[in-house]
């Protein structure tokens, strides 16, 4: 049964930075295409940033490139996302979500694009003072 579980979201100051994990199970992540997702309440999901299999480098939405890193590390099964500098619109329910596909189609150069069909349960990010 494939399983994502997010952790590490939580309350922060303007400013401050909080580092996501997505903690896989039940399938080898070597082969799936990783992408996280934010909701805010009103709005939309937004896609943030993904990367993509085979050494891929992670791409990322406009409103977080430079402060927001993603990274993969498959030995580990888990994905991460570092954000820095954080502002109060990026508050949100924060997903990471998976697709089998080596496809460059569901991580585009502006993060991720496409039906991604695994999702976690979600992880609350607050950025306020």
């Known amino acids: 049964q494939l399983q994502l579980v997010e952790s590490g979201g939580g309350l922060v100051q303007p400013g401050g930075s909080l580092r996501l994990s997505c903690a896989t199970s039940g399938f080898t992540l070597d082969y799936y295409t990783i992408g996280w997702f934010r909701q805010a309440p009103g709005k939309e999901r937004e896609g943030v940033s993904c990367v993509g299999t085979r050494g891929a480098s992670a791409t990322y939405a406009d409103s977080v490139k430079g402060r927001f890193t993603m990274s993969r590390d498959n030995a580990k099964n888990t994905a991460y996302l570092q954000m820095n500098n954080l502002k109060p619109e990026d508050t949100a329910i924060y997903y990471c979500?998976?697709?089998?596909?080596?496809?460059?189609?569901?991580?585009?150069?502006?993060?991720?694009?496409?039906?991604?069909?695994?999702w976690g349960q979600g992880t609350q990010v607050t950025v306020s003072s």
């Open positions: 979500a998976a697709v089998l596909s080596e496809s460059h189609y569901y991580c585009s150069g502006y993060g991720p694009t496409g039906e991604y069909d695994n």
